[in-house]
Nanobody, 125 residues
């Protein structure tokens, strides 16, 4: 069974940076596209970024473009989210997602096959 484990969240001041990591483990993980979603208190889950298997395609929500970069290390089965110029509005629980379909991990997240447990990111003003 495939599992995703996120790490790297924490408390940071506005303007600061964080790097989130999501590592996949378990049998059957092969050629998965991966993505990041976030959910702030009282708000719906929203798409943040996605990367195709092999890394040839990436996608970003308009709200994070230019501040966030997604990249992967397939040998380590790990995807990263480097976040710069963080704002209080970025405060949320960030979830890693994996699915054989790139379209699924860059959509609403409704049909994502595998989710991580989430990591909290808090940006203070």
């Amino acid at each position: 069974q495939v599992q995703l484990v996120e790490s790297g969240g924490g408390l940071v001041q506005a303007g600061g940076s964080l790097r989130l990591s999501c590592s996949a483990s378990g049998r059957g993980f092969s050629r998965y596209a991966m993505g990041w979603f976030r959910q702030a208190p009282g708000k719906e889950r929203e798409f943040v970024s996605a990367i195709s298997w092999g890394g040839e395609s990436t996608d970003y929500a308009d709200s994070v473009k230019g501040r966030i970069t997604i990249f992967s290390d397939n040998a380590k089965k790990t995807v990263y989210l480097r976040m710069n110029s963080l704002k209080p509005g970025d405060t949320a629980v960030y979830y890693c997602a994996a699915d054989p379909s790139y379209a699924v991990v860059r959509g609403t997240g409704r049909n994502v096959g595998i989710w991580g447990q989430g990591t909290q990111v808090t940006v203070s003003s």
